[in-house]
């Protein structure tokens, strides 16, 4: 069974920072894409970042020049820097993972989201 735990959510003000972890943990073969959506109330889940196996990244549009997007494959983690936020990035993040089994197979993996706040 496979897991990814997020943390690092919380309430900042507009121009502040914060950074998100997540780790995934279980029985895992490979990871592949690893990245950060995210939904506002109303809204659709949105891509915010994605990061592949050899760290290529892409970005939205909207977060471009103000989030990084990192992971670290010994420690199957991936990170969110996010910087100059700003209160239409208030959200809840979830983290997202492409992982190989075992068996050869790969599965999208969802953690549970922590909320980021950002007041004005």
């Known amino acids: 069974q496979v897991q990814l735990v997020e943390s690092g959510g919380g309430l900042v003000q507009a121009g502040g920072s914060l950074t998100l972890s997540c780790v995934a943990s279980?029985?895992?073969?490979?990871?592949?894409?690893m990245g950060w959506y995210r939904q506002a109330p109303g809204n659709l889940r949105d891509l915010v970042a994605v990061?592949?196996?050899?760290?290529?990244?892409n970005y939205d549009d909207s977060v471009k020049g103000r989030f990084t997007i990192s992971r670290d494959n010994v420690m199957n983690t991936v990170y969110l820097q996010m910087n100059s936020l700003k209160p239409e990035d208030t959200a809840v993040y979830y983290c997202?993972?492409?992982?190989?089994?075992?068996?050869?197979?790969?599965?999208?993996?969802w953690g549970q989201g922590t909320q980021v706040t950002v007041s004005s």
């Open positions: 997202y993972a492409d992982i190989v089994d075992h068996t050869g197979q790969n599965y999208d993996y």
């Open positions: 990061i592949s196996s050899d760290s290529s990244t």
């Open positions: 279980g029985t895992i073969f490979d990871l592949n894409d």
